[in-house]
């Protein structure tokens, strides 16, 4: 990912480097990409280069290539767009993906004390089963350090002969992957895009977090943000960004479609999940990290389910984060 | 050097490379996750 991101980079260009979730992937907007418009409306004194990946945190992999970026690059920021309070520590894998360590052995990053004092730290208190596959991890990433045999591999596998099988690939899974087409669901007309929605799973994957932050007040059982996990989120998002890197971070919220909004959630629920959005930007912005809360004015057609952007929307998005970027130093 | 011993050096290359490609990509398979994330459906 950090040669990706230096590819064909010239010299008096700033990098910007997208990370996050499939908001920021911009899943469903085809070759009417939301980072493309951003890229046009910023122009060729940037770089802007999207390596979110779907259901990922704020602070992942892309976090990780700007970081190791950060020193050789003083101009490149980072843009991260997720959810809101959504905790990750650099070095705990997202579903099997270990950049920190990666990077880590392999010479990328710059040197962090403070992260490694925290990561130190935090691996001195964890159980035993948590140390030992992080251990595993280590070794890992140490032999790939050696041997690369992920590179390695991934590049036969995305050229030449595909060796996992996996249930999407099934009938012919030796073909290189660069054959196969990206999931990315053509949007439906306007008229009948929210008809068919599943309220259920749009109310599910919506609050998918209201459990790690809110807590019920035991006398009236309404919804209210847990001021615990406020406290651990603001440890979280300072151990993890460094203070001389935070005047270079964005992180974007994107509220949800006010139609589904209103039709899966309750007013209660809905209630909850502002009041996350405006703590959200409090912590980011108490520790010196930019923040842009969008959508709040969007409407039905800036979207193409509950949360992801139509070609409209991405406009929107593209135009509120230029803005932005031209404000960081 | 006998003809004997050339083909028995080449075969030992020959197999040498087999088994450390084949270390090599165990090494891969070990270190992917139970679902690569890209495949999975959101």
Redesign the interface.
Known sequence: MVSLATQNLNSDQKLVIIGGD?VALG?GQGPDLWTEKLQRKLGPAFKVINLA???MPVLTGPFIVFLALSEKYPTACYVGIGADLYVNDLEIP????PHWWDAYYKGLLPNLPQIEASINQRFQESGISQREATDELKL?TF??SI?Y??D???TVGYKWLF??W????SATFLKPRIQYQD?DPKPYPLETRFAGLNLRSEHDLITNFFGAYSTRNSINHKLKLSRRFLLFFEESARRNVPENVRSRVLTVRVRENPVVLNRALSKDEIHLLDEASQANIQVWKKIGVHTLYVGKDYQAADYLDGCHLSGTGGAKLADAVASEIMELK | MTREQTINGLMSLVLGLVIGIFFHYLLYRFSLPKEPFIYANF
């Open positions: 499939s899943r990946q779907t259901g997202f579903h099997g993906y890992g032999l790939d041997f045999f992920r390695l591999w991934t060796t996992v996996t249930p999407p690939t999931i």
